[in-house]
């Protein structure tokens, strides 16, 4: 099965702590990414990877920063954490199957308060 | 992408068969699509995945019409564990670096 993991499941920080928060899959995967997700909202992407240092805005990239050095790992950095990212954060790979039909793969999430 | 439209929420009880239509009017030739289910505190997991017709898997039946700008995620004979909330997305085949956007998702509550 294919596993992505989220580093910690918790994690509190003060505002203005820079963030890191890593997420590893073990598939191979080329392809990446970190959502939010907020009571009452959907999922929103931040950003996604499709390759190694490779790196694509989604629709909320403002506040954050990405680094993909390893195929298997993205990072979400929060430069400078403010009370407004206090949320859940979802990290997911993806696959392609024989008829280019992609299939995404999630972590359990990361549970982000900014006090 | 074409934008995806679904119901905000549906009720429904123990054993009853449940269909959940998602309205993708624009959706393209390339375009194929998903659902996904979420419980609470956990990431989304794949449900089940189709370009026309019918698909049936060990979960669920994904139907599509011949115009394909909507599809029906049938479940049958549900039970209180499929209490979540079911995202319907559409996704591009020739794009290999695709923006996978969520929508709103559908609240589907079971009662006993």
């Known amino acids: 099965d294919v596993k992505v993991t989220q580093s910690s499941r918790y994690l509190v920080k003060r505002t203005g702590e820079k963030v890191f928060l890593e997420c590893v899959q073990d598939?191979?995967?080329?392809?990446m990414f970190w959502y939010r997700q907020d009571p009452g909202l959907g999922l929103r992407l931040i950003y996604f990877?499709?390759?190694?240092?490779?790196?694509e805005k989604g629709d909320i990239p403002e506040g954050y920063s990405v680094s993909r050095e390893k195929k298997e790992r993205f990072s979400l950095i929060l430069e400078s954490a403010s009370t407004n990212q206090t949320s859940m954060y979802l990290c997911?790979?993806?696959?392609?199957?024989?008829?280019?039909?992609?299939?995404?793969?999630f972590g359990s999430g990361t549970q982000l308060s900014v006090l | 992408l074409a934008k995806t439209t679904q119901p905000i929420s549906m009720d429904s009880y123990e054993g009853q068969e449940v269909n959940i239509t998602c309205s993708h009017n624009?959706?393209?030739?390339?375009?194929?699509i998903t659902w996904y289910q979420q419980f609470p505190s956990q990431g989304p997991r794949f449900i089940i995945q189709?370009?026309?017709t019918k698909v049936t898997n060990e979960v669920a039946s994904l139907f599509i019409p011949a115009d394909r700008k909507s599809s029906t995620l049938s479940l049958p004979r549900v039970s209180l564990s499929d209490t979540a909330v079911y995202y319907c997305?559409?996704?591009?085949?020739?794009?290999?670096?695709?923006?996978?956007?969520f929508g709103s998702g559908t609240r589907l509550s079971i009662r006993p």
């Open positions: 990877s499709y390759d190694v240092k490779m790196k």
């Open positions: 624009n959706i393209a030739t390339n375009d194929y």
């Open positions: 997911a790979s993806s696959s392609r199957d024989s008829k280019d039909n992609e299939k995404l793969f």
């Open positions: 598939m191979d995967h080329e392809n």
């Open positions: 997305l559409v996704g591009d085949r020739g794009s290999s670096a695709s923006k996978i956007i």
């Open positions: 189709g370009y026309k």
